[in-house]
Nanobody
């Protein structure tokens, strides 16, 4: 069992930056692939970024490529999402997720554990 707790969300102006963190419980964090997803008002939950167990492989949604960076620190059981050049359309609840497959997968169905989410609001 893995428990995930996101933090770092908030209100920011367009063009600004935020760094989200996701702290995981359990001694097997380093064996999981990790991902970030987001769900805007009235929208489905969409893939944002993913990272493999070692950090050696990453994937990004086209909408965030070049602006967002996912990283992880296995010693701290934490995965991060650095978000730069934020846009109003990035406004959403951001969720952290863990996959037993250990790869950087974009498929929502392959994630086994989910956090409660953190709100990110970008004002224009």
């Amino acid at each position: 069992q893995v428990q995930l707790v996101e933090s770092g969300g908030g209100l920011v102006q367009a063009g600004g930056s935020l760094r989200l963190s996701c702290a995981a419980s359990g001694r097997t964090f380093s064996s999981y692939g990790m991902g970030w997803f987001r769900q805007g008002p009235g929208k489905e939950r969409d893939f944002v970024a993913a990272i493999s167990w070692s950090g050696g492989s990453t994937s990004y949604a086209d909408s965030v490529k070049g602006r967002f960076t996912i990283s992880r620190d296995n010693a701290k059981n934490t995965v991060y999402l650095q978000m730069n050049s934020l846009k109003p359309e990035d406004t959403a609840v951001y969720y952290c997720a863990a996959s037993r497959l250990a790869i950087a997968t974009i498929r929502t169905s392959l994630y086994d554990y989910w956090g409660q989410g953190t709100q990110v609001t970008v004002s224009s």
